[in-house]
């Protein structure tokens, strides 16, 4: 189930007047809302899932359990300003995965299946 999650690349656009809004808007943390694989609530199991913005292309994914265990794995991003659409790859394990996803009123969410499950995401800026 963690290395689902790692697996999600996330971003917001926060239009706000800031200049960092303006020069680097997707260099941030976001944070996982709501997380579910079929019917079970993810985030019951975890303090936190989040999604730092490093820099212009890298992202690094961090996980607490609520027993204290922590997670973390870097990957890459890079984003379409104009279509806002913004693809994630990081590497697990010596596989390599690849979401895309469209930033959407300063959210997002990833909805497809998880094996014979569906998986749905949101993550909002925090």
Do not use: H
Not at 40 to 69: A, P
Not at 94 to 99: H, I, L, P, V, Y
Request: hydrophobic share 40%; aromatic share 10%; with cysteine.
């Amino acid at each position: 189930m963690c290395i689902a999650i790692l697996l999600l690349p996330a971003c917001n656009i926060d239009k706000d007047q800031s200049v960092k809004a303006v020069t680097a808007p997707y260099i941030a943390q976001y944070e996982c809302t709501q997380a579910r694989l079929g019917e079970t609530d993810i985030l019951e199991k975890y303090e936190y899932i989040r999604i730092i913005f490093l820099n212009k292309d890298e992202l690094e994914v961090q996980i607490k359990r609520i027993d204290g265990e922590k997670q973390s794995a870097k990957g890459n991003y890079s984003i379409d300003p104009d279509t806002r659409e913004l693809t994630g790859e990081i590497g697990i394990l010596g596989f390599k995965f690849r979401e895309k996803v469209i930033v959407k009123n300063g959210q997002f969410t990833i909805s497809k299946n998880f094996g014979s499950k569906p998986l749905f995401v949101k993550f909002e800026i925090i």
